[in-house]
């Protein structure tokens, strides 16, 4: 039977609100099962994470280096019958030796419609902000 439910924007905000407690729960499980089995990080460094697997032990890694939070601003969302494009801007704090360090990013997430009809992250890439960058423009 299958599950088929709408990607908008109320499922896009789901998403968001699943990262922010995998963050707050420093839950790397929970954070690796928003993506489809064969899914991806591909963060700034340009680095490839390939498989829940990979996403899982990148993730732990970002927890261990003091991934704290994340915001998102300005989210847009494009949804076609099988795929859903997700972009916007992300402020991340970390915390590192009794500081709050904060980044900025912006990032693109590609949903993908599974066989039974739920939604996973595909591909979820982010570029980072550099701090005297001007306050970017999203056409």
Not at 28 to 46: C, I, K, T, V
Not at 100 to 116: E, P, S
Request: glycine share 8%; aromatic share 6%.
């Amino acid at each position: 039977m299958s599950t088929a439910v709408a990607f908008d924007h109320a499922r896009m905000v789901e998403v968001q609100q699943a990262i922010v407690r995998a963050i707050e729960e420093r839950d790397a499980d929970a954070f690796a099962e928003l993506y489809a089995p064969d899914g991806a990080l591909l963060p700034p460094d340009g680095s490839v994470h390939a498989g829940r697997d990979a996403v899982r032990a990148a993730f732990a890694g970002m927890l261990a280096e003091g991934f704290a939070k994340q915001t998102v601003v300005d989210p847009r969302l494009v949804v076609d019958d099988g795929l859903a494009v997700e972009e916007g801007r992300a402020v991340a704090e970390f915390h590192k030796d009794g500081e709050v360090v904060v980044g900025r990013c912006n990032y693109l997430i590609v949903h993908r419609r599974q066989r039974d009809g739920s939604w996973l992250m595909e591909r979820d890439m982010w570029t980072a902000i550099p701090d005297d960058a001007p306050e970017p423009r999203v056409p």
